[in-house]
T-cell receptor, first 113, second 113 residues
Framework: QKEVEQNSGPLSVPEGAIASLNCTYS??????FFWYRQYSGKSPELIMF????GDKEDGRFTAQLNKASQYVSLLIRDSQPSDSATYLC?????????????FGAGTRLAVHP | EAQVTQNPRYLITVTGKKLTVTCSQN?????MSWYRQDPGLGLRQIYY???????DKGDVPEGYKVSRKEKRNFPLILESPSPNQTSLYFC????????????FGPGTRLTVT
């Protein structure tokens, strides 16, 4: 079973700091990587995706991908209390002739004022 | 508004009473999928569909059925629900037949007593 691993947290950061969320994956054939944000009791919301090695920035969010080391990370700059949520890493796993998304169990982020 | 809708949002039922959870998307997406989310286990795929009349099993298909007769609809059927199917269910869709960049519905919280 291909796996996606995340630290469950909680990761506690002060308001205005950088939050760094990490994810490792086992399937070397994976090509696409996604970060979802999930507020308690709500559905996952796609916030970032990255397909190439390196960094991808979107507003306060930066996704970083290192395929050689099989890890992907999400940086949140100037963290706000509204960023407090569980962040799910998802990795495509090409197997059996189709792509499927494998989700990590998520990292809970708590941003305190 | 582009969205994935699910009904009902909350359902309490008894063991063995057949039920259907509907899912509909208005984005003309090729791919649709059902997940269940349980504490500590993350999101697990139940069934997916890459196109009309094309469905296949995900990781945890036992006890569930699906159909894809129209592109926009992908209902989840529990023929004889059991308490271990008590969970939070999400429908998702993607423009990509490979299931990348999936967008989630609001979720259905099911309790089977």
């Amino acid at each position: 079973q291909k796996e996606v691993e995340q630290n469950s947290g909680p990761l506690s950061v002060p308001e205005g700091a950088i939050a760094s969320l990490n994810c490792t994956y086992s399937d070397r054939g994976s090509q696409s990587f996604f970060w979802y944000r999930q507020y308690s009791g709500k559905s996952p919301e796609l916030i970032m995706f990255i397909y190439s090695n390196g960094d991808k920035e979107d507003g306060r969010f930066t996704a970083q991908l290192n395929k050689a080391s099989q890890y992907v990370s999400l940086l949140i700059r100037d963290s706000q209390p509204s960023d407090s949520a569980t962040y799910l890493c998802a990795v495509n796993s090409p197997s059996g002739g189709y792509n499927k998304l494998i989700f990590g169990a998520g990292t809970r982020l708590a941003v305190h004022p | 508004e582009a969205q994935v809708t699910q009904n009902p949002r909350y359902l309490i039922t008894v063991t063995g009473k057949k039920l259907t959870v509907t899912c509909s998307q208005n984005m003309n997406h090729e791919y649709m999928s059902w997940y269940r989310q349980d504490p500590g286990l993350g999101l697990r795929q139940i069934y997916y569909s890459m196109n009309v009349e094309v469905t296949d099993k995900g990781d945890v298909p036992e006890g569930y059925k699906v159909s894809r007769k129209e592109k926009r609809n992908f209902p989840l059927i529990l023929e004889s629900p059991s308490p271990n199917q008590t969970s939070l269910y999400f429908c998702a869709s993607s423009f990509s037949a490979g299931g990348l960049e999936q967008y989630f519905g609001p979720g259905t919280r099911l309790t089977v007593t």
